[in-house]
C-alpha cells in the first residue's frame, strides 16, 4: 500500500529553563492511504505535539516528513498554504476550538473567504449547506453561535471545517475525549462514513484506548516522547509485546461483571521528559527491568510483520 | 445551562449583551445621566442662560435662585451656564485623550503580545517606565512641561493612561492567543493579519471597551486635577476643576461655588462607572451561562 | 428501614432557579445504601449526578438551588431538617466528599500536610502535634511517604495529589465517602494505581461509598450495586451483576450499546440518538422516550414508576410495568 505520509525520526525539543524537553524524540512511521493510524499515550508522552509537528503547526527541531512522497519538511510560505489545504486537523476541546464570535457558517465558510474560491456569496452558502449536511448539522443552525450548541454539535462544525477544502489527511486530536458516550458514538460513526465516502486519511490521537481500537487499523503507543510499539489493531490487543502497552492495556477498566481478576498495576508515574537519562525511558517503571535497560537505548525493530517494538526485553 | 439547543434564537453576541444591559436598572441609569451630561455638551448654547463668560460684578456671589440655578461667582458669572459649558470641555477632552490612548496603547500592548519576544520585552519594559509614576503626577509632569492649554492636557492625560491601557490589551490578546480557535484558524491557513483582525479583536474587544469606559471617568478627574493646581484648562474657558480652583478662597462664606462643580465631577465619573460596571456584566462570557 | 442501612434518600427533587426557566435538576430520586456496600451513580453530563450528591452534603448553593422535596436519611436523621452546625459536624467527620479535579480541591498555599491536619484538628479533639502525627499516618495510608508533609500541592502530580485528597477525605474515618468522578482527570496507570488504593482503603476502613462516574468499567470494577441517573431521575437500579448482566431499561442498553468493544470487532457504533433532554422542559411521560427505539404511544403520556424486576432489581420504564417482558 502506497504512504500517504510518513515521517522519519521527527524530533521536538523546546527550551524550558530546567533544560531541553523532549517532546517528541526520534519518531518514524507511515500511514497507508485511506487508513487510519491510532496514536496512544498519556499526558504529557507528546502524542498531540506530533499531530501539530505534522501539519506544521510547531517546528521540527529535526527529521523529515514526506506527504503523497514529497519531502514537507521545510515547505515554504506558499506551498504551506497549499498544504493546509490536503492536510487539516480536528481539535480535542470542541469549546474553545471555535471562535466564540462567529456563527457556524461564518466559522465553516472561513476556508473558502481564505482561498477566495467562491466566486459568489450564493455559492459559498450553497457549499456551507453541503457540508452542514454532510455532518449532519440542521440547516436552521446556520446563523447559531457555537454557545448556543451542544458538544457535540460543536465537534460538527469542527468536522465541517476541516472537511470544507477536500483535505485528504487529517489529524484528529482526541476529537471524542470531551464527549458523553452516547454523543461519543454518533461522532466517531461519522468520521468513519465520512472516512469511507471521501478517502481520508486520519491518524486518530487518543488516550482511550477503547475508542482507538475501534477506529484504527494501525496502532502506536507513545511513551514519553517515543513511539513503544506499533502494530495492527487487532494484534495489538490480543498480544500487545511491550511491557508498557501489557500495562496499559491490562489498566483499562472493562464494563464487565465481575471484572478481570488479573492486573498489571505499575509503580511510580511518568519520569520527566526533561533532558532524559540514557536508556530505556520506561526502565524505571518496568516489571522486566534490566541493568542494561538503564544504560542503553532499545532500538526500533521489526518483531513480526509491520509489527515494530523498543525493548530490549523481547 | 444551554438554552433550548440554541435553535430558536438568531442573536449576535452583541445583540445578547445589549439585552443583558438594558436589563441592568444600575448601568441604565449610568447611561441616562451620560445621555443628559452628552445633550448639555452639545447644545450648551441653547441650555444655557447666560455665556459662560458674561460677567455681572454687581450680581457677584448671590444664592443659587430662580434667575440663578446655582448662584454666580466672584466676578457674578452664572454657575449653571459654567458647569453647562464646563461639561463641552470636560467630555471632550477626557474623550478624546482615552481614544488615542486606547488606540495607541491597544496598538502597542496587541503588538508585543501577537509577536512576543523581542519586540514585546521593548514595548512594555518602555511602558513601564511610565507606569512606574502615578498616571495623575505623570500627567502634571507633563503638562508641567509643556505649558497649560487644551492640546498638552490632552496629550499629558493620553500619556498618562496609554501605558494601563496598553498592558490590559496585551494580557486579553495574549489570553486569547492561546485559545485553540486561533491554532485552528491557523490550520486552515489563515494569515496574521486575518488572524488578528477576525479572530483576535472581535474577541478582545469587550474587555478593552469595559476598561476604557472606566478610563474615561479616571480621564476626567485628571483634568479637573489638572486644571484645579493650574497646569490644565486655562480661564476663561469654564471647567470644572478650574472652578473648584477658583471658588476655593470663597468656600467658607459662599458653598455654591464650589459645591457644584463637585457635585459635576462626581455625577460625570459615577456615570461612567456604572456604564463601565454594567458593560462588563453584559459582555463578560464567563457570568453568561 | 432496614437495620443496615446507612442512608435512604426518598423523592429528592432539586431545582434551580436561572433567568431562563427553572431547572428540573434532580426529579424524585430514591436510593439506598447500606454499610459497607459501594453504589455507582451512572450517568451523562448534566444527568444530575453531582446535583444529587451535593445535596446529600447540602452543599449546594442555595439559591439558585432548591431542595423542593424529599428526605436524605443518614443513619435515620434527615439531613434536610439538619441545622448548620449539625450539618458542620456531619461534612468532614460522618461524610466526606472526593471531587473530580484534584489540582483545585487543594489549597495552594498550604502544605499538603497541614490540609490534612486541618480536618483532623477541625473534627476530633486533637492537639497540633497530635493532629500532625495523624496526618502523616494518612499519607503512609495512601502511599505517600510521610516525609512529604510539608511540601506544596504543586510540588505533587495529578495522582498524587488525588492520593492526598483521599486522605483529607478519610482523615476522621467517615461513615460515607462520596467520590465524584474521583479518577476521570487522571491518565489511565495512574487511574488503575488510585482505584486500587481506593479499593483496598475500603477493605480497611470498612467506608461505604457513593461512586459517581461515566465511566461503566470503573463501575464494574468498583460497586456492588449501581444505580443510573438519566435527566435527574434513577431508571434503573441493582446489584452490579444484574444491572451488567441482565440489563432492563433501554437506556442502560443504550450506554452499553455505545461503548467501542475492546474484544469485539464491531464495523459500527450503536449511538443512542438524539440527545439529553433541556432540564428546563423535560419530556411529557417518560423523560427517554424521544430516544428511544422501544417507546409506544403510552411512554409519551405516561411517568413509569419504579418495578421491581426480581428483588433488588429495580427499572423506571413502562415495558415491565404490567409484567410484561421487553
Redesign the interface.
Known amino acids: 500500500m502506497e504512504a500517504i505520509l510518513e515521517a522519519k525520526n521527527i524530533r521536538k525539543y523546546f527550551k524550558t529553563p530546567k533544560g531541553m524537553l523532549h517532546a517528541v524524540d526520534d519518531v518514524s512511521f507511515s500511514i497507508p492511504k485511506g487508513k487510519t493510524l491510532g496514536v496512544v499515550g498519556?499526558?504529557g508522552c507528546g502524542k498531540s505535539t506530533l499531530g501539530?509537528l505534522l501539519?506544521h503547526?510547531e517546528s521540527l527541531t529535526g527529521g523529515q516528513i514526506f506527504f503523497e512522497g514529497r519531502d514537507i519538511t521545510n515547505p515554504g510560505k506558499r506551498r504551506?498554504?497549499e498544504l493546509?489545504?490536503s492536510m487539516?486537523?480536528i481539535?480535542?476541546?470542541p469549546f474553545?476550538?471555535?471562535?466564540?464570535?462567529?456563527?457556524v457558517s461564518e466559522i465553516i465558510s472561513?476556508?473558502f473567504r481564505?482561498?477566495k474560491i467562491c466566486r459568489s456569496p450564493a455559492e459559498m452558502e450553497k457549499k456551507v449547506d453541503q457540508l452542514m449536511d454532510l455532518v449532519g448539522l440542521?440547516p436552521?443552525?446556520r446563523?447559531?453561535?457555537p454557545?448556543?450548541?451542544?458538544?457535540?454539535r460543536r465537534q460538527r462544525v469542527?468536522i465541517a471545517?476541516?472537511l470544507?477544502?477536500a483535505p485528504k489527511f487529517i489529524v484528529c486530536d482526541e476529537p471524542v475525549s470531551a464527549l458523553?458516550?452516547?454523543?461519543?458514538?454518533?461522532i466517531?460513526?461519522l468520521m468513519?462514513d465520512l472516512q469511507k465516502e471521501m478517502g481520508l486519511t486520519y491518524i486518530f490521537i487518543t488516550?482511550d484506548?477503547?475508542?482507538v481500537?475501534?477506529?484504527s487499523d494501525e496502532i502506536c503507543v507513545m511513551y514519553l516522547g517515543k513511539i513503544v510499539e506499533q502494530a495492527r489493531a487487532?494484534e495489538l490487543?490480543r498480544n500487545p509485546l511491550h511491557p508498557y502497552t501489557q500495562?496499559?492495556l491490562?489498566?483499562?477498566?472493562?464494563?464487565?461483571?465481575?471484572?478481570a481478576t488479573e492486573?498489571i498495576?505499575?509503580k511510580g508515574?511518568?519520569a520527566s521528559p526533561i533532558e532524559p537519562k540514557p536508556g530505556c525511558r520506561f526502565a524505571p517503571r518496568c516489571i522486566h527491568a534490566q541493568d542494561r535497560c538503564f544504560q542503553e537505548n532499545p532500538e526500533r525493530r521489526e518483531i513480526g510483520q509491520g509489527r515494530f517494538a523498543c525493548c530490549h526485553c523481547i | 445551562m444551554r438554552k433550548g439547543n440554541g435553535e430558536k434564537r438568531k442573536d449576535g453576541l452583541w445583540t445578547d449583551a445589549a439585552k443583558r444591559f438594558r436589563k441592568n436598572k444600575l448601568a441604565m441609569a449610568g447611561l441616562v445621566m451620560l445621555a443628559i451630561l452628552i445633550l448639555c455638551a452639545l447644545f450648551a448654547n441653547y441650555i444655557a442662560p447666560f455665556h459662560y463668560d458674561e460677567q455681572n460684578l454687581p450680581a457677584a456671589f448671590e444664592s443659587p435662585s430662580l434667575r440663578h440655578l446655582m448662584g454666580t461667582d466672584n466676578l457674578g458669572r452664572d454657575i449653571f451656564s459654567r458647569i453647562i459649558y464646563g461639561t463641552r470641555t470636560s467630555l471632550s477632552i477626557a474623550l478624546v485623550a482615552v481614544l488615542v490612548a486606547t488606540l495607541a496603547g491597544g496598538l502597542m500592548g496587541a503588538v508585543a503580545a501577537f509577536y512576543g519576544g523581542v519586540l514585546d520585552n521593548v514595548i512594555m519594559r518602555f511602558l513601564d517606565v511610565f507606569l512606574a509614576i502615578p498616571s495623575t503626577l505623570l500627567a502634571i509632569a507633563i503638562a508641567a512641561v509643556l505649558g497649560p492649554g487644551v492640546t498638552n492636557t490632552v496629550l499629558a492625560i493620553t500619556i498618562g493612561q496609554l501605558p494601563g491601557l496598553a498592558r490590559i490589551v496585551r494580557a486579553t490578546v495574549l489570553s486569547i492567543k492561546g485559545e485553540e480557535y486561533i491554532r485552528a484558524a491557523r490550520s486552515i491557513g489563515a494569515g496574521n493579519m486575518r488572524i488578528i483582525g477576525l479572530h483576535i479583536l472581535p474577541n478582545a474587544m469587550a474587555p478593552i471597551i469595559v476598561q476604557a469606559t472606566l478610563y474615561v471617568a479616571s480621564a476626567i478627574l485628571s483634568i479637573s486635577s489638572l486644571s484645579f493646581i493650574g497646569l490644565g484648562i486655562q480661564p476663561p474657558t469654564p471647567e470644572w476643576g478650574s472652578m473648584l480652583s477658583a471658588g476655593r478662597a470663597y468656600i467658607r462664606d459662599y458653598w455654591f461655588i464650589v459645591a457644584f462643580p463637585g457635585l459635576a465631577i462626581m455625577a460625570t465619573i459615577f456615570a461612567f462607572n456604572l456604564i463601565g460596571d454594567g458593560l462588563r456584566d453584559a459582555l463578560d462570557p464567563r457570568l453568561k451561562n | 428501614m432496614e437495620k443496615d442501612t446507612l442512608l435512604a434518600v426518598r423523592g429528592l427533587t432539586i431545582q434551580y432557579e436561572t433567568d431562563s426557566g427553572v431547572v428540573h435538576a434532580v426529579n424524585g430520586l430514591d436510593m439506598e445504601l447500606r454499610h459497607g456496600e459501594t453504589l455507582g451513580l451512572v450517568g451523562e453530563t448534566g444527568a444530575g449526578k453531582t446535583t444529587a450528591a451535593l445535596g446529600i452534603m447540602r452543599l449546594l448553593p442555595e439559591p439558585p438551588a432548591k431542595i423542593q422535596s424529599g428526605e436524605i436519611l443518614f443513619k435515620g436523621e434527615d439531613v434536610l431538617k439538619k441545622s448548620d452546625a449539625e450539618l458542620r459536624s456531619m461534612r468532614g467527620k460522618k461524610v466526606a466528599m472526593i471531587f473530580q479535579d484534584p489540582m483545585t480541591s487543594l489549597n495552594p498555599v498550604l502544605t499538603v500536610g497541614e490540609q490534612i491536619a486541618e480536618v483532623i484538628q477541625l473534627h476530633e479533639r486533637k492537639s497540633a502535634a497530635e493532629a500532625h502525627v495523624k496526618a502523616q499516618e494518612m499519607l503512609r495510608l495512601v502511599g505517600i511517604p510521610p516525609e512529604r508533609f510539608s511540601e506544596y500541592p504543586h510540588q505533587f502530580s495529578g495522582g498524587m495529589k488525588q492520593r492526598v485528597v483521599i486522605a483529607i477525605a478519610l482523615a476522621c474515618d467517615p461513615e460515607l465517602l462520596i467520590a465524584d468522578e474521583p479518577t476521570t482527570a487522571l491518565d489511565m496507570t495512574i487511574q488503575a494505581q488510585v482505584l486500587e488504593l481506593m479499593r483496598s482503603l475500603r477493605k480497611e476502613l470498612n467506608t461505604s461509598m457513593i461512586l459517581i462516574t461515566h465511566d461503566l468499567g470503573v463501575v464494574a470494577e468498583m460497586c456492588d450495586r449501581v444505580a443510573i441517573v438519566y435527566a435527574g431521575e434513577i431508571v434503573e437500579q441493582g446489584t452490579a451483576h444484574d444491572v451488567f448482566n441482565d440489563t432492563k431499561h433501554p437506556y442502560t442498553m443504550g450506554l452499553f450499546g455505545a461503548l467501542p468493544d475492546l474484544e469485539g470487532s464491531e464495523e459500527r457504533l450503536h449511538p443512542i440518538p438524539g440527545l439529553m433532554p433541556d432540564p428546563t422542559h423535560l419530556p411529557e411521560g417518560c423523560r427517554f422516550s424521544p430516544r428511544c427505539p422501544k417507546r409506544t404511544d403510552a411512554c409519551v403520556q405516561t411517568l413509569p414508576k419504579n418495578v421491581e424486576t426480581v428483588p433488588g432489581h429495580s427499572v423506571r420504564c413502562l415495558l415491565y410495568e404490567h409484567g410484561m417482558q421487553g
Open positions: 498519556e499526558s501539530l501539519l503547526l504551506l498554504k493546509r489545504c487539516q486537523m481539535f480535542q476541546d474553545s476550538s471555535l471562535n466564540p464570535r462567529m456563527s472561513e476556508p481564505i482561498y440542521a436552521r443552525l446563523q447559531a453561535y454557545h448556543e450548541l451542544d458538544g457535540g469542527g471545517r476541516a470544507a477544502m458523553d458516550v452516547s454523543i461519543q458514538a454518533q466517531l460513526n468513519q488516550h484506548l477503547s475508542v481500537r475501534h477506529i487487532q490487543f500495562a496499559l491490562s489498566a483499562i477498566p472493562r464494563p464487565k461483571v465481575p471484572p492486573r498495576i505499575l508515574e511518568l
